[in-house]
Nanobody
Framework: QVQLVESGGGMVQAGGSLRLSCAAS????????MAWFRQAPEKEREFVAR????????HYADSVKGRFTISTDNAKNTIILQMNSLKPEDTAIYYC???????????WGQGTQVTVSS
């Protein structure tokens, strides 16, 4: 089992920055990739960014490319989402997720609220 705990959400004005962290514990050696998803009110959960746990390859949703950066600190079993140039439409609950090789994302954090005011 893998446990995920997010931190770093909050409220910021448009154009500002926030940094989200996700600490993984448990059987982290079995992980293949970790990702951030988000869910805005009355909308479906959507993919934001992904990072390979070992090769650190990254992939971003078009809506956040050039503004968000995902990184990992394997020594601390933590992934980071640096969010710059935030927009009101980035307002959502952000979830950290993890997956094993050839599996769906099966481990999820509790979520952290990000609110961007105009």
């Amino acid at each position: 089992q893998v446990q995920l705990v997010e931190s770093g959400g909050g409220m910021v004005q448009a154009g500002g920055s926030l940094r989200l962290s996700c600490a993984a514990s448990g059987r982290t050696s079995s992980l293949y990739a970790m990702a951030w998803f988000r869910q805005a009110p009355e909308k479906e959960r959507e993919f934001v960014a992904r990072i390979g746990w070992n090769d650190r390859s990254t992939h971003y949703a078009d809506s956040v490319k050039g503004r968000f950066t995902i990184s990992t600190d394997n020594a601390k079993n933590t992934i980071i989402l640096q969010m710059n140039s935030l927009k009101p439409e980035d307002t959502a609950i952000y979830y950290c997720a993890a997956k094993k090789f050839l599996r769906e994302y099966e481990y999820w954090g509790q979520g952290t609220q990000v609110t961007v005011s105009s």
